[in-house]
């Protein structure tokens, strides 16, 4: 099945630096990524998605990239704000019939201190 | 309003005694699913359907049953729950329709085996 790894598994940043949390998959198929975040005793949220056609997505801070040759994604939160603390997860679909199975990363808590 | 309803938010049950956790949603979505999360692991699908009385296994469906006969509704049955079911339950739902498989998930159920 689909191996996603997610790194790193904490990240701690100043309030306004950048953050980047890289996700590595191994299922060549896989054409849709989405990334999410949950706060502390939340439900996971979905912040920002791409699909394989597209090699970067913005909204606002937050940015997606992919590279689909070296089978590994990014998101990127810039000038980061003390709400941005949550843990945050990458996932990956699977290609072909099994189209509705989605395997997440481990998470990367991140902290934002003001 | 738009949401994934599940039931019960908390449940304490026995070894061996068979239980159901309900999910409906109210958008007309094609895709559910069920994910368990816990410490360090992430989230891990269980089992997700595409459309009613279409399911399929996820990474870790061992344990557990689902079905779809209607679409607004997916429940997640255990028929003999153990200690090692003891996890956070996230129901979810996708429209799908565009590509993409943005989940939204429900508030989550807190399960404890004993």
């Known amino acids: 099945g689909e191996n996603v790894e997610q790194h790193p598994s904490t990240l701690s940043v100043q309030e306004g630096d950048s953050a980047v949390i890289k996700c590595t998959y191994s299922d060549s198929a896989s054409n849709y990524f989405p990334w999410y975040k949950q706060e502390l005793g939340k439900r996971p949220q979905l912040i920002i998605d791409i699909r394989s056609n597209v090699g970067e997505k913005k909204d606002q801070r937050i940015a997606v990239t992919l590279n689909k040759t070296a089978k590994h994604f990014s998101l990127h939160i810039t000038e980061t704000q003390p709400e941005d603390s949550a843990v945050y997860f990458c996932?990956?679909?699977?290609?072909?019939?099994?189209?509705?199975?989605?395997?997440f990363g481990q998470g990367t808590i991140l902290t934002v201190h003001p | 309003e738009a949401q994934v309803t599940q039931n019960p938010r908390y449940l304490i049950t026995v070894t061996g005694k068979k239980l159901t956790v309900t999910c409906s949603q109210n958008m007309n979505h094609e895709y559910m699913s069920w994910y368990r999360q816990d410490p360090g692991l992430g989230l891990r699908q269980i089992y997700y359907s595409m459309n009613v009385e279409v399911t399929d296994k996820g990474d870790v469906p061992e344990g557990y049953k689902v079905s779809r006969k209607e679409k607004r509704n997916f429940p997640l049955i255990l028929e003999s729950p153990s200690p090692n079911q003891t996890s956070l339950y996230f129901c979810?739902?996708?429209?799908?329709?565009?590509?993409?498989?943005?989940?939204?998930f429900g508030s989550g159920t807190r399960l404890t085996v004993v």
């Open positions: 979810a739902s996708s429209l799908a329709g565009t590509g993409a498989l943005g989940y939204t």
């Open positions: 996932a990956v679909n699977a290609g072909g019939t099994s189209y509705g199975k989605l395997t």
